[in-house]
């Protein structure tokens, strides 16, 4: 009886009962009759033939029932098993799992209802779930409900607050799945709460915000600190009679001048990490055209795009352009008005910087003797702190080009911008 099974499908079992049946039926009358003419003998063995029949029917329909007792036995078995080992997965599943239909709370799992934080999945099975949903996200949830009940694409995640029944916010991400239950539309939800990742968000925002807070306050203090250098070097200037020692002092507040807008930059500037050195090259050229206001009429004209530089770059090329600023009032000849233009860009990862002007200039600039000077010796050494070249022309007037190419980032420490002669 175990090991009793149903051959092919019930329709095909009962057609060869139905055929094997009716072929005894018409035939064993026949075959009888051919061995015997006796009316008594023939009319008994019908009678057992009907009782046969009757007793082989009777089995037949008992083994398809004891088979299918069986088959549906498993079938529950297996069943219960599935659904005892689902309820398991359910309940001990670390997200809260719920389903609503038509808006109604219909399952909740073991994990929803500590975090709605009642007693019993009784105790919530039936509300509406707007009820556990924050004010502020009723609109965007019930417009997300209708879309996904009408078939629309949707996003299967988003972050809510739920409210529990205690009145609590419980910010949750939620990952939904439209499915039928019942013949109905519904919603399974799979809600985790994210407090301690919002929290850590924000511990984290603050430190970042704290860091930024105390490197924009360091490149302050070191504007201020360079200020002070300068006013001493300024104060140091005003005692000296002697000419070239005060030239030499102004020049060189000058040059921390030009460090010192770097880092006033870097203060005012969102970013910490790159100077945008676009917006730094006209007060640059302020700061000199003050400091030489007296050797001539400058005009100038500026032809630059938006350039960004970490701060290690940003220092040399101040320095550079300083000195090349600074030549356009030393070095011009004539008393004259001159145009002096300076471009910035950017060719794919190489910056370009021209300092051009019209005016023709002193041979002096030129000669041996300058190329022993400081302010020559810093351009030559700020090029190659920037791993650059520059050059020098005369062309209607001078031209000093410097190209160098952009550094994605901070490279080494700040020591690399001490110059070294």
């Known amino acids: 009886m175990k090991n009793f099974r149903v051959i092919g499908s019930p329709l095909v079992t009962a057609a060869i009962y139905a055929t094997v049946a009716s072929v005894w039926i018409f ?28 007793i082989l029917s009777a089995a037949m329909i008992y083994l398809l029932m004891v088979a299918g007792q069986q088959n549906l036995k498993k079938t529950t078995e297996k069943a219960i098993a599935d659904e ?12 809260s799992i719920g389903i609503h239909q038509h808006g109604v709370l219909k399952f909740i799992n073991t994990a929803g209802v500590s975090m709605l934080e009642v007693e019993a999945p009784e105790d919530i099975i039936g509300i509406n ?7 502020d996200f009723l609109e965007s949830t019930r417009l997300r409900v209708e879309k996904m009940m009408r078939g629309e694409k949707v996003s299967k995640t988003v972050e809510i607050i739920f409210l529990t ?10 990952h939904v799945t439209p499915f039928e ?3 109905e539309p519904a919603i ?4 985790e709460d994210i407090s301690e990742r919002i929290e850590r968000e924000e511990l984290l925002e603050n430190a970042i915000r704290e860091k930024s807070i105390l490197i924009s306050e360091i490149h302050h203090r070191v504007k201020n600190n360079m200020a002070i250098i300068s006013a001493l070097m300024q104060l140091q200037a005003f005692e000296t009679d002697h000419q070239e020692v005060r030239s030499t002092l102004n020049e060189s507040v000058n040059r921390v001048k030009s460090i010192a807008l770097i880092h006033e930059q870097l203060y005012k500037s969102q970013n910490l990490n790159e100077v945008r050195f676009d917006q730094y090259i006209k007060p640059l050229a302020d700061i000199v055209s003050d400091y030489f206001k007296g050797r001539g009429k400058v005009f100038f004209d500026y032809e630059i795009e938006e350039t960004s530089l970490n701060i290690n770059q940003a220092v040399s090329c101040a320095l550079f352009l300083n000195e090349a600023i600074s030549n356009v009032f030393k070095y011009r000849t004539g008393s004259g008005e001159s145009l002096c233009v300076i471009s910035a860009k950017q060719m794919g990862r190489n910056i370009h910087i021209n300092v051009k002007d019209n005016c023709p200039w002193s041979a002096e600039f030129l000669s041996d003797k300058q190329r022993n000077r400081l302010g020559y010796q810093l351009m030559e050494t700020t090029a190659d702190q920037l791993h650059g070249t520059f050059t020098i022309e005369e062309k209607e007037g001078m031209l000093i080009t410097l190209i160098f190419e952009k550094e994605l980032s901070v490279k080494g420490s700040a020591s690399n911008n001490i110059i070294t002669l």
């Open 165 to 174: 029944r205690k009145g609590n916010e419980v910010p949750v991400c939620l």
């Open 188 to 191: 399974q939800v799979i809600a």
């Open 84 to 95: 005892q080992r689902l309820r398991l997965l359910l309940d001990t599943a670390p997200f």
């Open 27 to 54: 035939y064993s009358d026949a075959i009888l009759a051919s061995f015997t003419s006796d009316v008594e003998v023939l009319s008994k063995f019908q009678t057992i033939k009907g009782l046969s029949f009757v």
């Open 129 to 135: 779930i707007e009820e556990i949903v924050h004010p």
């Open 181 to 183: 239950m019942d013949g």
